[in-house]
């Protein structure tokens, strides 16, 4: 099968002939149609993560794919059912966090396109456990960006409470998925973009976005929380300045540059600085039952597989207005 290998952290991906993965027990094997592509996959891609990847390694974490074979003892989904394929790939059920409900932050958890092989190839397996139907309304290419930019953003948004006033710093790929939700659940949006992006404000605002600058303009009222999208630290800090009594502070990202020091008068008075990390099924679940009733629609631009360097390269540059999706076999 054709896949995009990443031999090195730094090295463009290579297009290359491998043999195609067999699902073992419990797996679905998957013929993909589209791949999205994410933040994440430029951490790995810059080395920038704990840990190590698997290498060689296919990216890809956001997968819509059909099912075409199953290992032993998988019959969740049947031959032909579409299913997504999120970034927890597999949790072991059984540390102190799984038992408590808490799945994302599993001692042992394999995460796709990261410990195993992923999306950005023609064919890959998944836990079938881990996977998720996916809504009729969604396209293949408009599916993708659900299945991480969509529900660890939503996981985010959960974590900011009951906050009205909901600052957004980084206006991406999960931003623009999350604005949707969150104006839907009646909260108001302000938007913070890289300083002098008109259009890239002008879209926050057309997907209901109440304010939109930035990221170094001062929003015109206190925020009641914020999500930090940008894999930047000092925006941690801009927010905390924005924010009112109480507020939570909350990046969404799995890597971020320094935070520099800053006043305790900052997070005085319970404001809180957080993290969000991973997913669980049930964020995965959640956001898949609300997002066709919102209804979230995903701005997507694809690319073959094939181009998934040039597609990295255009995410990095903020080129991408929504999400990048590598359309692999789409009907
Ligand atoms: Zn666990
Ligand atoms: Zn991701």
């Known amino acids: 099968m054709r896949a995009m290998v990443l031999d090195q952290p730094g090295r463009p991906l290579r297009l290359a002939e491998i043999p195609e993965p067999e ?25 920038e993560l704990q840990g190590a990847p698997k290498l060689p390694l296919v990216m890809g974490h956001q997968i819509v794919g059909e099912v075409v074979g199953a290992g032993e003892g998988a019959e969740r989904f049947a031959i032909g059912e ?19 409900g808490r799945e994302n932050l599993c001692e042992h958890a394999r995460f796709t396109g990261y410990d195993v092989d992923g999306g950005y190839a023609e064919l890959t397996v998944a ?32 974590l900011v409470g009951e906050a009205e006033r909901v600052g957004f710093y980084g206006f991406g790929s999960s931003a623009h998925i999350l604005c949707q939700v969150a104006v839907h659940e009646g909260r108001r949006v302000f938007a913070f973009t890289r300083d002098g992006d008109g259009p890239g404000q002008a879209f926050a605002r057309s997907l209901g976005a109440e304010w939109a600058g930035g990221s170094s303009e001062t929003a015109p009222e206190e925020l009641d929380g914020a999500i930090v999208f940008a894999a930047v630290g000092p925006l941690m800090v801009q927010a905390l300045k924005a924010s009112a ?32 990390a991973n997913l669980t099924r049930a964020d995965g679940e959640e ?20 181009h998934a360097q040039r597609a990295l390269e255009d995410a990095r540059a903020g080129r991408i207005e929504g999400s990048a999706v590598l359309v692999v076999s789409s009907r």
């Not at 998957?30 to 790995?44: E, Q, S």
């Open 82 to 100: 579409r299913v997504g394929v999120p970034w927890l790939g597999w949790a072991d059920g059984t540390c102190r966090y799984c038992r408590e």
């Open 23 to 47: 699902p073992g027990p419990g797996q679905v094997k998957l013929a993909v149609r589209t791949c999205g592509v994410c933040r994440t996959d430029l951490h790995i891609y810059d080395a």
């Open 287 to 306: 956001l898949l039952r609300i997002a066709p009733e919102v209804p979230v629609r995903a701005a997507v631009t694809t690319y073959p597989l094939e």
């Open 245 to 276: 009594r109480g507020a939570r502070v909350i990046s969404a990202g799995i890597h971020m540059s320094e935070i520099p020091a800053f006043s305790y008068d900052l997070l005085w008075e319970e404001r809180t600085l957080g993290s969000v």
């Open 127 to 158: 836990a079938e456990d881990f996977c998720f139907p996916i809504p009729d309304l969604y396209s293949d290419a408009e599916a993708a960006p659900l299945l991480c930019a969509g529900l660890i953003g939503y996981r985010a948004l959960r």
